[in-house]
């Protein structure tokens, strides 16, 4: 999900004056469901990539046909606009008449709107549907990038960065048997990297057949991250805020690990792909051979569309991937926070859950327990192993902690004062 954090946020808001309406009470939640029917809430979620889109058309239709509300997906190609927009708003004195209801959000971006009092709560763990996560087991569903959640925001979506790749242009030795036979267009088929070093060395010997998306996007910032936690001599820095740290000494191994992987991206590392949607078309086009993602079904989810071949299969690095949860957050300001709630609570049924993990849908992983779940409930949950390019169940258990958010923004502005114009 790329989600670009706001650059720059005041220390303090304008001091403002006046009542805020009366909020629902998610404890009484008959009272919240009635106070949303009819209506219509705006929810501001990023809108790149058809299979989210489609998802979100699925969730309108339902909360019509259970609750009486409209959802309005407000389409974003950076959620810091939506992020800047409420932030105006209190600076104009706006307190209850807000043009928000909802946002798709995590980690830099909440960070700076908890910083700036911008978000509604506590009230993710008052919704009926919360206690399905079992955050008591799962700590991650209140925790987004090292900081406590504290009921500012109610998480509906999973994820992990994972590698896919064409075996019939890289063959896993494993499979094959020979990490020496020839691809379909007579390549020496190799191994797939297994580690970020590997990684380099594997793009050197395969010029122009990887690449990562253009910072900011939030998939190409993620993958910055997975390179620094690989190589920094000592990761625990990077989950204090940066500016604990000598960042330049910190960073210095990525940069020096960039340095002697651009020349061999695609396009000699002078143009990136804009979006991780972008980099699954270049595979799907044969301009790649080795891609990632930050969504683990995906590449099935592509497959079984027929956007990448029947030769597509997935993995993760062997020392695991960075992975975090995505959320929802209710402004401060919204003027329709009971049909927020309704909204927050849907996205948390098991049904709901399901539906968005599904291959043909989306395949955005549960944030639920669903070992916790009644056995109907789990039932929804079966993974498509017979898709060649799903994970295996056990491919995600070794998952790696994202930063603190103030290492986002400084790897953001650093990679583009180094790089942009070269």
Do not use: C
């Given at each position: 999900?790329?989600?670009?954090?706001?650059?720059?946020?005041?220390?303090?808001?304008?001091?403002?004056?006046?009542?805020?309406?009366?909020?629902?009470?998610?404890?009484?939640?008959?009272?919240?469901?009635?106070?949303?029917?009819?209506?219509?809430?705006?929810?501001?979620?990023?809108?790149?990539?058809?299979?989210?889109?489609?998802?979100?058309?699925?969730?309108?239709?339902?909360?019509?046909?259970?609750?009486?509300?409209?959802?309005?997906?407000?389409?974003?190609?950076?959620?810091?606009?939506?992020?800047?927009?409420?932030?105006?708003?209190?600076?104009?004195?706006?307190?209850?008449?807000?043009?928000?209801?909802?946002?798709?959000?995590?980690?830099?971006?909440?960070?700076?709107?908890?910083?700036?009092?911008?978000?509604?709560?506590?009230?993710?763990?008052?919704?009926?549907?919360?206690?399905?996560?079992?955050?008591?087991?799962?700590?991650?569903?209140?925790?987004?990038?090292?900081?406590?959640?504290?009921?500012?925001?109610?998480?509906?979506?999973?994820?992990?960065?994972?590698?896919?790749?064409?075996?019939?242009?890289?063959?896993?030795?494993?499979?094959?048997?020979?990490?020496h036979e020839l691809g379909r267009d007579g390549a020496t088929v190799e191994e797939p990297p297994r580690s970020i070093e590997a990684l380099l060395a594997w793009a050197e010997t395969n010029p122009g057949r990887f690449t990562y998306p253009r910072i900011p996007d939030f998939t190409g910032s993620t993958f910055l991250k997975q390179v620094l936690i690989a190589l920094a001599d000592d990761p625990a820095a990077l989950y204090a805020p940066v500016a604990e740290s000598d960042f330049a000494a910190v960073t210095a191994p990525l940069w020096e690990?960039?340095?002697?992987?651009?020349?061999?991206?695609?396009?000699?590392?002078?143009?990136?792909?804009?979006?991780?949607?972008?980099?699954?078309?270049?595979?799907?086009?044969?301009?790649?051979?080795?891609?990632?993602?930050?969504?683990?079904?995906?590449?099935?989810?592509?497959?079984?569309?027929?956007?990448?071949?029947?030769?597509?299969?997935?993995?993760?690095?062997?020392?695991?991937?960075?992975?975090?949860?995505?959320?929802?957050?209710?402004?401060?300001?919204?003027?329709?926070?009971?049909?927020?709630?309704?909204?927050?609570?849907?996205?948390?049924?098991?049904?709901?859950?399901?539906?968005?993990?599904?291959?043909?849908?989306?395949?955005?992983?549960?944030?639920?327990?669903?070992?916790?779940?009644?056995?109907?409930?789990?039932?929804?949950?079966?993974?498509?192993?017979?898709?060649?390019?799903?994970?295996?169940?056990?491919?995600?258990?070794?998952?790696?902690?994202?930063?603190?958010?103030?290492?986002?923004?400084?790897?953001?502005?650093?990679?583009?004062?180094?790089?942009?114009?070269?």
């Amino acid at each position: 999900m790329p989600l670009r954090p706001l650059a720059l946020l005041p220390a303090l808001a304008l001091m403002l004056t006046g009542p805020l309406q009366a909020a629902p009470d998610p404890a009484d939640w008959e009272a919240v469901l009635e106070e949303a029917r009819g209506q219509t809430v705006y929810w501001n979620a990023w809108a790149g990539d058809s299979r989210t889109n489609r998802y979100l058309e699925w969730v309108a239709r339902q909360l019509a046909e259970r609750h009486g509300l409209e959802m309005v997906h407000v389409k974003l190609d950076d959620t810091g606009t939506a992020v800047s927009r409420v932030l105006a708003e209190k600076a104009a004195g706006n307190r209850d008449d807000g043009s928000i209801d909802l946002i798709w959000i995590n980690g830099e971006n909440f960070a700076a709107m908890r910083e700036a009092d911008l978000l509604f709560g506590p009230f993710a763990e008052q919704l009926p549907n919360f206690a399905l996560t079992h955050p008591e087991h799962n700590p991650e569903v209140v925790t987004d990038f090292t900081l406590p959640t504290e009921g500012f925001e109610s998480p509906w979506g999973k994820a992990q960065i994972t590698f896919y790749y064409d075996s019939e242009e890289i063959g896993d030795s494993e499979e094959i048997g020979d990490s020496h036979e020839l691809g379909r267009d007579g390549a020496t088929v190799e191994e797939p990297p297994r580690s970020i070093e590997a990684l380099l060395a594997w793009a050197e010997t395969n010029p122009g057949r990887f690449t990562y998306p253009r910072i900011p996007d939030f998939t190409g910032s993620t993958f910055l991250k997975q390179v620094l936690i690989a190589l920094a001599d000592d990761p625990a820095a990077l989950y204090a805020p940066v500016a604990e740290s000598d960042f330049a000494a910190v960073t210095a191994p990525l940069w020096e690990y960039l340095d002697a992987l651009h020349p061999h991206l695609w396009r000699s590392g002078r143009q990136f792909p804009a979006t991780g949607p972008e980099l699954r078309r270049l595979m799907g086009d044969g301009e790649l051979s080795l891609a990632f993602t930050f969504y683990p079904s995906e590449p099935a989810a592509a497959v079984a569309d027929l956007e990448l071949p029947e030769s597509v299969r997935s993995y993760v690095l062997d020392e695991g991937t960075l992975g975090n949860l995505h959320f929802v957050a209710i402004p401060f300001n919204s003027p329709r926070k009971a049909g927020a709630l309704v909204v927050a609570n849907f996205l948390l049924s098991p049904e709901a859950q399901a539906h968005k993990q599904d291959l043909a849908v989306w395949g955005d992983r549960t944030v639920l327990d669903v070992a916790r779940l009644p056995e109907a409930d789990r039932e929804r949950f079966v993974l498509d192993d017979e898709n060649p390019a799903m994970l295996p169940a056990d491919a995600l258990e070794k998952t790696l902690p994202e930063p603190h958010p103030s290492w986002m923004t400084a790897l953001q502005d650093a990679w583009r004062e180094r790089y942009v114009g070269r």
